[in-house]
Nanobody, 127 residues
Framework: QVLLVESGGGLVQAGTSLRLSCEAS????????????MAWFRQAPGKEREFVAAILYNGASTNYTNSVKDRFTISRDNSKNTVYLQMNSLKPEDTATYYC????????????????WGRGTQVTVSS
């Protein structure tokens, strides 16, 4: 079993920042977290889930959707089995439920290719 638990969401004003965290646990991933690429996806009401950012299993590479480039930063601490999403200059259009996902070895931009998912954390940005 793999458990991904997101935290750090909330209600903030436009232009401010939030940092999301996702901690992985469970017998499958506990000692192999460093073999999993991690990603953040988001889903706004009435919209499909979309890719936000991903980081390679060893942290050597990252990828971002265009709408968050230069505002969001994904990082990971393999010693803590945790991935982070630093979100700066938040906009109302960033409002969504943010999900953490894990994929063995290389990351993907396609949600269906991820092996494990968290339950999500809500981010609401007011104008």
């Amino acid at each position: 079993q793999v458990l991904l638990v997101e935290s750090g969401g909330g209600l903030v004003q436009a232009g401010t920042s939030l940092r999301l965290s996702c901690e992985a646990s469970g017998p499958i991933i506990q000692n192999t977290f460093g073999s999993y690429s991690m990603a953040w996806f988001r889903q706004a009401p009435g919209k499909e889930r979309e890719f936000v950012a991903a980081i390679l299993y060893n942290g050597a590479s990252t990828n971002y959707t265009n709408s968050v480039k230069d505002r969001f930063t994904i990082s990971r601490d393999n010693s803590k089995n945790t991935v982070y999403l630093q979100m700066n200059s938040l906009k109302p259009e960033d409002t969504a439920t943010y999900y953490c996902a894990a994929k063995f070895f290389k990351f993907s931009l396609v949600s269906e290719e991820y092996d494990y998912w968290g339950r999500g954390t809500q981010v609401t940005v007011s104008s």
